[in-house]
């Protein structure tokens, strides 16, 4: 391959041990389901209903499901980047188009597991974990559902309604991210920042985060696929294709915006504090301005040196010496409030 699919170590892929295979064949609106079938049966099914459009989809990344990728041709490598949680998201268009997904794009971790969705001919197939139990889902609320036409098309409306299907998966996940978001901004905007709100909030970040560096990734593929929904044969699917593509577009904005506001969030939030802070340092600083002229006198008059001396201080001999030291704090005092209170310090600050 030409390109990175992966930023890490695959040397080390772990396979999953259960698996099963899902197959449903369909054509004119007729649609045969078979679940739990075995690899042979699987293959079995594929060679005797060839004039038929089918879907078979191998939940879990095990060496029994991968060994069926390879029975259908799909390069090493490619079922390597399928099965390895460090593969980024791509498009490879060979006989076949592979299109590899993550599972939880916004799981916060690029570590994750995949989705893979392969177009052969008139065969789609689809691999994911075996926890994410998707299947009948989709068959319920897509492929059976009333005024569904997917099993009276095509496979590539199939392949689109798949993709269709993750995307909103995506998007579901995405309003839950944005929501919790929300709730800890309100307590960001108000400049209180604790320990505990910084560590609930930094996942979220990682989320956003991680998600829109899929999400751009994605997108940056799915330029491949336009090109080949052109052909005259599928052109009847490029609206469908365009809403997809769109679809994915419009959230890797939302993503990349609710990111900005995370971290301009952030900003205020620190900036807020900040300001906090430089009041009290502020209100400090005039307290303590009150206090110099205070301790001064307070301090020169304390040394209490002899009388009998020539150096002494003669306000301490005074009658009103006392209510002489007393005024000259008082007016120390009403200078100082005079000036600061000139300049807006304590207008500002109390």
């Given at each position: 391959m030409n390109k990175i699919t992966s930023f890490g170590d695959m040397s080390q892929i772990?396979?999953?041990s259960d698996s099963s295979i899902?197959?449903?064949?369909?054509?004119?609106?007729?649609?045969?389901v078979h679940s739990e079938v075995s690899i042979d049966t699987a293959m079995e099914n594929l060679a005797n209903k060839a004039h038929l459009f089918s879907w078979t989809h191998l939940s879990g990344f095990s060496e029994e499901n991968c060994r069926f990728l390879a029975e259908l041709g799909i390069n090493e490598i490619f079922i390597e980047d399928i099965v390895s949680p460090v593969s980024f998201p791509f498009i490879e268009i060979d006989d076949y188009v592979l299109l590899?997904?993550?599972e939880d794009i916004f799981s916060g971790n690029l570590e994750s597991?995949?989705?893979?969705?392969?177009?052969?001919?008139?065969?789609?197939?689809?691999?994911?974990?075996?926890?994410?139990?998707?299947?009948?889902?989709?068959?319920?609320?897509?492929?059976m559902a009333k005024g569904s036409h997917i099993s009276e098309d095509r496979v590539e409306n199939l392949f689109l309604s798949l993709f269709d299907f993750f995307v909103d998966r995506y998007?579901?996940?995405?309003?839950?991210?944005?929501?919790?978001?929300?709730?800890?901004?309100?307590?960001?905007?108000?400049?209180?920042?604790?320990?505990?709100?910084?560590?609930?909030?930094?996942?979220i970040r990682d989320q956003i985060q991680k998600g829109a560096f899929l999400l751009e990734k994605v997108e940056d593929e799915l330029n491949v696929l336009t090109n080949f929904f052109k052909k005259e044969e599928l052109q009847r699917f490029e609206d469908f294709w365009d809403e997809v593509h769109e679809n994915i577009k419009v959230l890797n904005l939302?993503?990349?915006?609710?990111?900005?506001?995370?971290?301009?969030?952030?900003n205020l939030s620190i900036a807020i504090s900040s300001s906090k802070q430089n009041e009290a340092m502020m209100l400090l600083a005039v307290l303590s301005t009150f206090f110099v002229p205070l301790t001064f006198i307070t301090g020169l008059y304390g040394m209490n040196f002899t009388t009998h001396s020539p150096f002494n201080m003669p306000e301490l001999s005074?009658?009103?010496g006392?209510?002489?030291?007393?005024?000259?704090m008082l007016i120390s005092v009403l200078t100082v409030f005079i000036y600061l209170k000139k300049k807006k310090w304590i207008g500002r600050s109390v």
């Open positions: 772990k396979y999953e899902e197959q449903i064949f369909f054509r004119g609106g007729e649609v045969e590899l997904l993550k597991a995949n989705i893979a969705l392969l177009l052969l001919k008139n065969r789609v197939v689809t691999i994911t974990s075996n926890s994410l139990h998707f299947f009948n889902r989709f068959v319920d609320k897509r492929l998007s579901d996940r995405f309003k839950k991210i944005k929501l919790n978001y929300y709730e800890h901004s309100e307590k960001l905007a108000t400049g209180e920042i604790s320990h505990g709100l910084i560590r609930s909030i930094l996942p939302k993503a990349q915006s609710l990111l900005d506001n995370f971290n301009s969030t952030i005074w009658k009103y006392y209510f002489f030291a007393l005024a000259l």
